[in-house]
């Protein structure tokens, strides 16, 4: 799935952060929102390096290995135990390695399901998960032929639902995150697709 990890992610963290509504203020909600969101695009900014080198998979590196991103959530949990103050304090950074873990989760998993991660790396870079193939009526296009791919039905379905459960005004710094996210990779995979492949 190319386009809907930061839609997933929010989906994902919205339990969490709901659950803590009237606990944490309206900076802490927002800096939540924003390592919720944010984690679950996370691996993915090594496609940059993969299009420079002209990598066919980004997948199989290290930003697509969970044990860096578990070593993360236990230093963000330590955190919780060196803070005194009560805005940023020990229950927010343990709520903040919480969301930072759903986030980065909900990525392995889409990736796992479409497509396969080198889930151990730096220790295997064994890719385990579903291999996606496109297969399809645009062999020689990556971009239509991941449009007009059973892929796009379960983009759809993500992107709907996340416009669904956000509907609220309430939710404006999810959305806003969330669409931000949603746009650079519309523009990050149709410049990859038209320029480099």
């Known amino acids: 799935m ?3 990890h930061a839609t997933a992610g929010a989906l994902a963290v919205k339990p969490v952060i709901d659950k803590y509504e009237n606990v944490f203020t309206e900076k802490e909600k927002t800096v939540l929102w924003f390592v919720g969101i944010t984690s679950a695009i996370l691996p993915d900014l ?5 299009v420079i080198k002209n990598l066919e998979d980004h997948r199989s590196f290290i930003t697509h290995g969970f044990p860096l991103y578990l070593t993360a959530f236990f ?3 330590l955190l919780s135990f060196r803070q005194e103050k009560k805005a940023f304090g020990r229950k927010f950074f ?11 989760s909900t990525h392995f998993i889409i990736d796992f399901v479409f497509g396969g991660v080198a889930l151990l790396a ?3 870079y064994k890719i ?3 291999d996606m193939i496109l297969n399809g009526r645009y062999p020689d296009n990556r971009l239509l032929s991941y449009v007009f791919s059973k892929y796009m039905i379960i983009e759809i379905v993500i992107f709907g639902l996340f416009l669904y459960v ?9 959305k806003f ?3 931000f996210y949603f746009l650079i990779s519309i523009i990050s995979f149709v410049s990859v697709s038209l320029f480099f492949f």
């Open 166 to 174: 956000f509907r609220s005004r309430k939710y404006q710094i999810a």
């Open 122 to 124: 730096p220790f295997s």
């Open 177 to 179: 995150f969330s669409f």
């Open 75 to 77: 230093l963000i949990y």
């Open 46 to 50: 090594d496609i940059a390096y993969s």
């Open 94 to 104: 343990k709520v903040l390695s919480l969301v930072f873990l759903i986030g980065i």
């Open 128 to 130: 385990y998960g579903f």
């Open 2 to 4: 190319y386009f809907n």
